[in-house]
């Protein structure tokens, strides 16, 4: 009888992983199950319909995977960048079972592109994230909104009117005034470059002379590769380079301005600052700051100590868009967020 009990637990305890990897493949079918999804036939795109005062357009988004309590809509820089900034988010997000949605912006890639720069408002936009919430079926229980850059304005600000609907919230690579950012480029970012390269981008900025090859020559050779996408421009990843060739300038320009130094001119978001309204944010909230970024990551980590239930997250190689030169710090707590939020 000994030996027999033996023999049982040690049977028991065998075939424990094999059930445990059953249990994974079943679980991993059923993420990829798309059976009964209205999105089925087009493999998880859905065309939304977005009212505006201008009149009704269609938005782009994708859905992968399936799962009830963890939906995470991505938000994409810019403004008039698209969504391929984040296939990466395929290598990461799937094992996880977390559902994830792309998205291309009113005016962006794939979504209707209007020629009416009126549509390019801040308010409209966040009054075109929650009819692509409410279109994809995204609520209080299940949404996560991520949002980087320009993004991550659109997130703040989204958060501010509507956080009643998040279950989450991701702020990433975006401080909370334009004013600070264009402080602390001036201030800190532009005085580590080479004296020569400054003094020669400042006569193209001096001059207004936006568009000269020369110009973007030194901004992409010396500042984007330090502080955007840490990696010589013939390594960056193929989505960077299609993300960059199919951004929407009118949209980009209406409102960040053409200066790859800040927001100048009459662009929209000059002046844009929500400092004082982030302690109303109460929903989990995760910040994400890199190193290198163009974004001061003290006022990242700032940004979380002030809204009511913060975390923040460091990359301590990353810059601006940290999902690539920082991926596995950028992605370990990513993911790690949502899992405890969802617990």
Known sequence: MKYLSILSLFLLISCGPQERANQKIKTHVDYLDSEGKEDQFMGGIKMVNVNTPKGTF??????????????????????????EIYECFDGYFPQENIEYYYYDQLGSYYSDQPKDLSLWDLSRFVEEVEQVRVALGL????????????????????????????????????????????????????????????????????????????????VVKHYYTRHVIRMEESDWPDPVNRGFKHLNPEVYITMQGPSEFGIKGDATLKGWDV????PEIKVPTLTIGAEHDTM?????????????????????????????????????????????TDK
């Open 296 to 340: 001061d990551p003290k006022h990242m980590e700032w940004i979380a100590n002030t809204v009511q239930n913060g975390k923040y997250l460091h990359c301590p190689n990353g810059s601006h868009l940290c999902q690539f030169d920082d991926q596995k710090v950028f992605f370990e707590g990513l993911v790690r967020f949502i899992h405890e």
């Open 139 to 218: 609520d209080k229980d299940n949404f996560y909104l991520f949002g980087q850059s320009w993004g991550g304005i659109l997130a703040m600000e989204y958060a501010l009117k509507y956080q009643q609907n998040l279950k989450g919230l991701i702020i990433s690579n975006m401080m909370a005034s334009i004013q600070d950012y264009m402080d602390y480029s001036d201030q800190v970012l532009a005085p580590k470059l080479p004296k020569d390269v400054l003094a020669e981008i400042m006569t193209y900025e001096n001059a207004e002379d936006y568009g000269n090859e020369r110009y973007l020559e030194l």
């Open 275 to 278: 400092k004082d309204r982030l």
């Open 58 to 83: 269609k938005v782009w988004t994708k859905r992968t995977g399936n799962n009830p309590t963890k939906k995470v809509l991505l938000l994409h820089g810019g403004p008039g960048m698209t969504h």
